[in-house]
């Protein structure tokens, strides 16, 4: 409504669910299956809630930019609405399944049987208006993107911070704590901040130290 009334074309892409290389890894906001990639890597079970059979849409980060980068080029989408999914809806337990897989571990979801009040049943994309107007089809199936999203994600180097403690003249030198984290680098700092908040009181004081009650 703005574009058409001030001759601004405009053009409206509703994401889905869009995963893939250079994702937050850490944010819990990020997304189930950075959630289910980090349980199945450390040998735990991810958890589902329902019964596993609900819904979702997944479309890989490359498709998306291919979608957006074909929809400027294109006046036809001038002043419309598109979905931007793969328009395949995919059972939570069968993408949890299907990062087991990727992963090559024998590790199958925990179906809770829990139902969350306002959670949505199923959600996937009507693609036709998209494809329609210029031909858009995502190319990347999910369990190819998986595959590539757990390649990226191997080759991430730690962030690696070491304390210190204080100590007053002529005491004995505490402990020093190291921590290794992967996390994007735009999440270091505020990530850092909160491993440190939460292991300090685990770690030795003294009265030169400053230290949570």
Request: some cysteine; charged content about 25%.
């Amino acid at each position: 409504m703005i574009g058409k009334t001030y001759n601004i074309p405009t053009t409206v892409l509703r994401f889905f669910n869009v995963y893939g290389p250079r994702q937050s890894l850490s944010n819990p906001y990020t997304g189930v299956a950075a959630i289910f990639m980090s349980r199945i890597k450390n040998g735990n079970r991810p958890v589902v809630f329902e019964d596993g059979r609900q819904t979702r849409d997944f479309i890989y980060v490359e498709d998306i930019a291919r979608a957006c980068a074909a929809t400027l080029a294109n006046r036809k989408t001038d002043y419309r609405v598109f979905n931007l999914g793969s328009g395949k809806p995919l059972t939570i337990a069968g993408m949890a399944e299907s990062i087991a897989r990727a992963y090559g571990r024998d590790i199958k979801p925990e179906i809770r049987r829990q139902y969350r009040k306002g959670d949505v049943r199923h959600c996937y994309a009507d693609t036709r208006q998209i494809r329609l107007a210029m031909g858009f089809r995502p190319a990347v199936s999910f369990a190819e993107g998986i595959r590539r999203l757990i390649e990226w994600a191997g080759r991430r180097k730690p962030a690696t911070c070491t304390l210190k403690p204080r100590k007053n003249e002529g005491e004995e030198p505490h402990m020093t704590t190291k921590v290794s984290l992967v996390i994007p680098a735009k999440d270091e700092a505020a990530t850092i901040g909160m491993v440190l908040k939460d292991i300090t009181p685990s770690l030795p004081t003294s009265p030169g130290m400053n230290s949570r009650p």
